[in-house]
């Protein structure tokens, strides 16, 4: 029974509930950024909304730095002092990761806001900009936090600040502003700044309780900073992560740079709804990211492709369920619940859909590179598809504007996976996609 060697792959009712709880938080999450995406095109019209996601776009560009990588050294790090009982080690790592946080954070809003007197943009106000750069700092501390509770291995804690929190109060205070004056873009950025800073608080508090909890010696030791080390470890993960948001993220500005904020207004649509092909694959990878490092370093082959196979499974099934709803029912959802001046969203987000039906189907393969010590291949991939992206935007937005840009997204989308699957095939020894899951992968693990 299928149901019965999902509990069995996932070791445990533990893992299970960690893995509904997860899946719930994803679901609510991309729940709520539906509602939001819903509320401020229509509340905004497609022109306000596409500048306010023109400059989100360029704040989550400048948070690369910030979150590239960082979050990821500061867990680990966590993890090996609490190991190690060295309270010393964790008390460095963590205000030397807030240290270096607030000067790149300081180092992108200086820019960002010097843009603005050399390359002037009569689309973005200053006071937009200077809201965007308190968000820029929200974020950036919220990204540090949230290290420090998964460093805690409290992955429950760690998916709430940010994915339902954050949400549940940029909702909350947009509501209730509504009822007193017409939002703009440069309101929506404000509420936005102030949704995060309670979150960030919020988050501060567990973060804080963990600490006492986990670490009762913490702040009585000198801090033992190590340095030179961190930032020889940081290069490669900023690189791997970095490479990763830009192939994300960079469609966005460049439709902004490149066409209109209509046009980035349509996208930005498409995007959030296309987003929810990525629930279930998302939850998993963040559970079965340890697993694959337990199997890989006792060579337990056998259980890694049983992983994998389950895992590529029920991502892919959960991203074709929403594919059908979307390409479907999708054209009269944009035109009778958020506006017929959005309809230009509906092809943009069947080109997506696309794209993320193959990427779901091909499976986890960025994260079993990561995670096997291959992450250097991970990260030539992950260039080539960048190089490729931005490529395929500069030849094809000029002249089909955002549908120019969800080709070249699904494009190299569907590139990178094809090289990463080859690159798994190859050094791990593993075959993670659909196809053999299907015909081999299941049916062989009984």
């Not at 010393?88 to 270096?100: D, E, K």
């Not at 992108?108 to 006071?127: E, L, V």
């Not at 590179?369 to 291959?374: E, F, K, V």
Request: glycine share 8%.
């Amino acid at each position: 029974m299928l149901h019965r060697r999902l509990i069995e792959a996932w070791h445990g009712s533990s893992a299970g509930k960690t893995t509904v709880f997860l899946l719930l938080i994803s679901f609510t999450s991309i729940a709520l950024g539906a509602v939001l995406t819903i509320l401020l095109s229509r509340t905004l019209g497609i022109e306000q909304y596409g500048i306010y996601i023109f400059v989100f776009g360029i704040v989550n560009l400048l948070l690369i730095p910030a979150d590239a990588g960082l979050p990821t050294l500061m867990t680990r790090e966590i993890v090996k002092g609490r190991t190690d009982q060295k309270t010393s080690s964790v008390t460095a790592v963590i205000l030397w990761s807030l240290l270096l946080i607030l000067i790149l954070g300081t180092v992108t809003a200086t820019a960002w806001f010097a843009s603005g007197m050399f390359f002037p943009d009569s689309r973005i106000s200053w006071n937009l900009r200077l809201w965007s750069i308190g968000l820029l700092f929200g974020f950036a501390l919220l990204y540090w936090v949230t290290g420090i509770i998964q460093g805690f291995e409290k992955p429950i804690h760690y998916a709430l600040p940010n994915g339902i929190i954050r949400q549940v109060l940029f909702l909350t205070i947009l509501l209730v502003s509504l009822t007193y004056v017409p939002l703009t873009a440069e309101m929506v950025m404000a509420i936005h700044f102030f949704a995060i800073c309670i979150a960030v608080l919020w988050a501060a508090s567990i973060a804080m309780r963990s600490i006492r909890t986990g670490l009762p010696d913490f702040g009585n030791e000198k801090p033992n900073y190590q340095s030179k080390d961190w930032f020889r470890s940081l290069l490669p993960l900023s690189l791997v992560k970095g490479v990763g948001f830009l192939n994300h993220r960079v469609d966005i500005v460049m439709i902004g740079m490149l066409s209109t904020v209509v046009a980035v207004g349509g996208y930005g649509v498409a995007l959030q709804f296309s987003a929810l092909l990525l629930i279930a694959q998302t939850s998993i990878n963040a559970l079965i990211g340890p697993k694959i490092v337990r199997a890989y370093r006792t060579e337990n082959y056998t259980y890694l492709q049983k992983l994998v196979s389950y895992s590529v499974t029920i991502s892919s099934v959960f991203a074709l369920f929403f594919a059908l709803i979307l390409v479907f029912l999708g054209q009269y959802f944009l035109e009778f619940v958020i506006g017929r001046e959005f309809l230009i969203a509906y092809p943009i987000i069947v080109i997506l859909v696309v794209g993320q039906i193959f990427s779901a189907c091909s499976g986890p393969t960025a994260l079993l590179l990561n995670m096997t010590d291959h992450e250097k291949k991970s990260l030539i991939t992950g260039i080539n598809a960048a190089v490729l992206n931005i490529i395929l935007n500069l030849a094809l937005i000029p002249f089909y504007g955002a549908i120019g840009a969800a080709i070249a997204t699904s494009l190299s989308l569907a590139a990178i996976q094809v090289q990463r699957g080859y690159m798994v095939r190859k050094y791990i020894k593993i075959k993670p996609d659909i196809i053999y899951a299907l015909t081999t992968g299941l049916v062989g693990q009984r």
